[in-house]
């Protein structure tokens, strides 16, 4: 999940709060869809348009707003960001004809726009840079008392990203293929070619704190966050260093 969760959980005063033990993503996987080709695009394009933008104070909006405002577009003066729309129905909104925009993940993204439902204008990942945006986590009691299982678990996330990094998208695509029963080899094949090319996942696993401030810093510019969580309580990087230590 995202690591925000843990921020938002240990600032609610839980004892038994999540720890962060290894990061998967390092940045946003979402795309920004228009209803028409647009070579050109720039992040001004969207000004006095509506963007179906995701679950409000969820990270993929929150990181959409960040990139907006980063590329001078100002959230409800210049553009219209809905988070009226569940994660699960926006693709299905926006081919209804709702909004000018839509952000999704794959492979939805490429899915609707082989379908020419829509068009990729932009990466939300590329534009908004590093952001520890997937990460693995459990609960203190769990941590503490199972040491070897989030070791065991860790190492087997760590083989994963190694065999990511060594493989082709086409391999890849092959390996993923039987969880995305409705997406084409050729758009798997795009969708892991897109995700190696702008470094989406974190080969070493290690959530950093200048990674976690820079999420928290986005957080606040949401307008989500009072207070910051401490990195040495929500954040062990042991269990991933000792991955990269014993495996080879």
């Given at each position: 999940m995202g690591p925000e969760a843990s921020v938002y959980v240990f600032n609610q005063g839980k004892e038994d709060y999540a720890i962060n033990f290894a990061q998967l993503t390092q940045r946003d996987g979402s795309f920004l869809l228009a209803r028409k080709p647009m070579p050109n695009f720039t992040f001004a394009d969207v000004s006095g348009k509506t963007i179906i933008g995701g679950r409000k104070g969820g990270m993929p909006e929150m990181t959409l707003e960040y990139v907006l405002k980063e590329n001078n577009v100002v959230p409800e003066k210049d553009v219209t960001v809905r988070t009226d729309i569940q994660f699960a129905v926006m693709a299905g909104a926006f081919t209804g004809g709702e909004g000018d925009f839509v952000t999704l993940f794959e492979p939805v993204a490429s899915m609707l726009e082989k379908e020419g439902a829509g068009h990729i204008v932009a990466s939300?990942?590329?534009?908004?840079?590093?952001?520890?945006?997937?990460?693995?986590c459990a609960k203190k009691s769990l941590i503490e008392s199972n040491p070897k299982v989030i070791q065991s678990f860790t190492n087997a996330i760590y083989k994963g990203m190694k065999w990511v990094e060594t493989h082709t998208p086409e391999e890849i695509a092959q390996s993923i293929s039987p969880q995305f029963p409705d997406a084409d080899l050729e758009i798997l094949t795009?969708?892991?070619?897109?995700?190696?090319d702008q470094d989406t996942w974190k080969p070493d696993l290690v959530l950093t704190k200048e990674g976690l401030n820079h999420m928290m810093d986005i957080i606040e510019l949401a307008g989500e966050?009072?207070?910051?969580?401490?990195?040495?309580?929500?954040?062990?990087?042991?269990f991933a260093q000792e991955a990269m230590q014993s495996i080879q």
């Open positions: 939300i990942g590329e534009a908004g840079g590093y952001i520890p945006y997937t990460c693995y795009e969708v892991a070619k897109r995700y190696k966050l009072d207070q910051r969580a401490p990195y040495e309580k929500i954040v062990t990087t042991k």
